[in-house]
Structure formats: C-alpha cells, structure tokens
C-alpha cells in the first residue's frame, strides 16, 4: 500500500514552517515511518546477503576479486536506471526499492567485512586450529567476533547511505521522506515541504547511525577497553 499525501501549505514560501509541520504531522510522521521501515529492511536484506559474500571471499581467494568486482558494478548502475529495468518486473511498490537500495548496500558492506576477516591475526587462526576448531568453529567463535568491528562499519556505512537512496524510490510511489520533497517541488517549489523531507532524512541517517554506533560498542567491549 503506497503512501498518499495531502497537506495544507503555510502562508508564502518560507524555507521552513511550525505551521506546515503542525498542520501535516500525521501525513509527516507517515513518511518518517514508511522511509525507517524500508530503510531498516533494505540494511537487513543487504547484510544477510553481503555477509556470506564476505566469507566465500574469505575463504576462497580467487572468488575476492570477483565479488568486489561484481558489487562494485552493481554499485556504479544509476539508481533511475536500475529502477526502471526492475520495475517492469518486480511492480510498482516497496518490493523494487529494497531490491534496488539493498543492492546499493552490498559493496560497502563486503568489502568492509572481507577487510575485517582478513584483519584475523594468522597467529589466532593457527592457535584456534591447534585447539581443534574446524573452519565454522574459527568462523563463528574466532573470525567474525574479531572482524565485527569491520562488519559494523559496513553496516553503519551503508545505513546512511541508505537513507538518502530511498528517498529516490519516489519514482514507483514508496519514496518515504521523499515523496514529501518531490511534492514539494510539483507543488510550485513549496520550499518548507522540501526543507522538512530534507531535514528528516539527515536526523534519520543521524540517529540510526548513533544507534548503530552504540551497539557496536555493546558488541565489542574489548575496544572500549583498548580506547579506554
């Protein structure tokens, strides 16, 4: 279901207005949500994927190259481009913006993972094959725990980035913040509705990234230590 907006202009054409905010709360508010949601979904989406990328890069040598190569062209696509081929296909609607932006979010993320794995000490893969972990254990119980630092940075990486893209799902209804700017803009330059959509999505990309940064340190407590 796509989001419909109505809204009552403020007097003039102020860069920002109380009024316009006020009077459009509800039709706001449903923006912000609608552009956290796809958001949220499109990171998760691009981690599951971009994560086991990551780790068949790891472990295989000669796929590295490839998967960084492959991601770093899919990054390079324009993004009205990569919606107009996917659209025909997938629809109109949220569906094509998170395969679109999720898309996007896979080379930030692997290749700060893959950097991370491959920042693993030699001498801790050693000692943990000594201590009879097979390939999974070091996985699960050695390598990604030391490369989350990594893996983090990718994902709050591509958060950010995430935001400010879906705001150009505008293009097949599902823009989030987005419809709000490209509203204003048809509705005559409205300068308050562009400045608002405009501010939300900084404060977004702010506050997700400040989340983000506070699990980390949740997740690593061996930094807080170092940094200490």
Known sequence: MSLHLSYRAAPGNPWFSWQYVRDNSDTILAALRE?????????????LVALPLAVAAYWFRSLAAPIVALT?????????????????????????????????????????ALAGLNQVPPEVREAAEGMGYG??????????????????TGVRLATVSTVALVTV????????????IFAGFQNNFYKAQIMTGTVLCVLLALVLDLILAAVG????PWLRGRNS
Do not use: C, D, K
């Open 35 to 47: 552009h956290t949601w796809l958001t949220a979904r499109a990171v998760l989406i691009a981690a």
């Open 217 to 220: 340190r949740l997740l690593t």
């Open 72 to 112: 770093g062209v899919l990054y390079t696509i324009p993004s009205l481009a990569l919606f107009a081929f996917l659209a025909p296909y997938l629809g109109i609607g949220a569906i094509t913006v998170l395969t679109v932006v999720a898309l996007y979010a896979l080379l930030v993320i692997v290749r700060n």
């Open 135 to 152: 390939r999974w254990g070091r996985l699960f119980r050695i390598e990604l725990p030391l490369a989350l630092p990594g893996i983090l």
């Open 169 to 180: 799902g505008v293009v097949v209804g599902r823009g989030g913040l987005g419809q709000l």
